[in-house]
């Protein structure tokens, strides 16, 4: 691709930005004059050291360990929304659990510890009665988190908090039913969950090509927006599913997308207070303070012209 700048985009797991690799299949971001690839990186906190050693220049990180990680000094800077701005994680039960009670003593899976999964499922299990800390096992899964579905068919979790197209596969096999979505009320119904970062040195250094990724980040966004059945066909190929579970995971999440980077800085602001809440930092700080949105696209950018 001579003439294309190569870079890499991180994520923190295999069912993350689904709209970035859909547009790199696309050649939306070739559009903006880049060769991108997505680079997976297992965990928040492991993808939050990549970020602030350069190692990785940009992509998307959950807001409690990329925030997390900029209070402890880590540096890199919030610089747009990922597309799943509510906190978009479904809490799947084994069939035959029947109530909150009936966890005590089961195993949760999640990504890793220190993950948002870690942080968010505190929310949901604190207020139904549960102490995350005494009653439930969390289970780790890093690496093995693609077959968290697998896990809870096999009997070695007895639930868990992860992202769609996990919760509709689960659905579509019968193993699972979905308790709870950490987007609603009474959990965390205002918060900014996905946001996409930059190493404080590349935004130094190269302020054009970060205005690149998040131009082609908006336009494949809109792009799955309009064409949901070439979205939906997308996903299930690249998850082995079946086009039934990824269309329901589709419609579970897109009408709820923020499909133009731009950050909700009350729900930023709540993610920040959630981890003070909880210890994860130690004192009250302004959202301001973790970002850097001079790059934020146009809103108007991503008009069907502008869709490859």
């Known amino acids: 691709m001579a003439g294309l700048r ?5 994520l923190p797991s295999g069912n993350d930005a ?20 997505a680079r997976i990186v297992f965990g928040g906190p492991e993808l939050a050291a990549a970020y602030d050693s350069g190692d990785i220049s940009i992509g ?3 807001s409690p360990s990329g925030l997390n990680a900029i209070a402890a000094g880590k540096r890199f800077k919030v610089i747009g929304s990922g597309c799943r701005q509510r906190a978009h994680m479904f809490l799947g039960v084994r069939k035959g659990i029947h109530d909150y009670q009936e966890l005590r003593g089961k195993r ?8 948002c999964p870690s942080w968010i499922v505190r929310k949901i299990l604190i207020h139904n009665g549960l102490d995350p800390d005494e009653d439930v096992i969390l289970v ?6 693609p077959r968290i579905v697998e896990f809870l068919e096999e009997g070695r ?3 868990f908090l992860a992202t769609e197209p996990n919760l509709s596969i689960g659905e579509d096999r019968g193993v699972l039913d979905i308790w709870a979505a950490a987007y609603e009320a009474p959990y965390l119904p205002h918060f900014q969950w996905i946001v996409r970062v930059a190493n404080t040195d590349f935004i130094e250094r190269e302020p054009d090509l970060v205005a690149a990724v998040l131009r082609g980040c908006q336009r494949s966004a809109h792009y799955a927006a309009n064409y949901m059945d070439e979205f939906a066909a997308f996903m299930a190929k690249l ?10 995971a589709v419609a ?3 009408p709820l997308y923020q499909l133009d980077c731009q950050v909700d800085m009350p729900g930023l602001q709540a993610s920040l207070d959630m981890l003070h809440d909880f210890g994860g930092i130690d004192r009250p700080m302004q959202a301001e303070d973790f970002t850097d949105l001079r790059f934020q696209p146009d809103r108007n950018y991503a008009h069907l012209d502008n869709i490859r």
Do not use: M, N
């Open 6 to 10: 190569k870079i890499e985009y991180g």
């Open 18 to 37: 689904l709209t970035v690799r859909l547009g790199i299949e696309k050649g939306i971001f070739e559009d903006e004059g880049l060769d991108l690839s």
């Open 60 to 62: 998307g990180i959950g």
């Open 108 to 115: 949760l899976g999640l990504l890793s510890i220190g993950s």
């Open 140 to 145: 780790p899964l890093h690496e093995e988190y």
């Open 157 to 159: 979790i007895d639930a």
């Open 239 to 248: 998850y082995g599913a079946s086009e039934q579970s990824a269309r329901r």
């Open 252 to 254: 579970r999440e897109l």
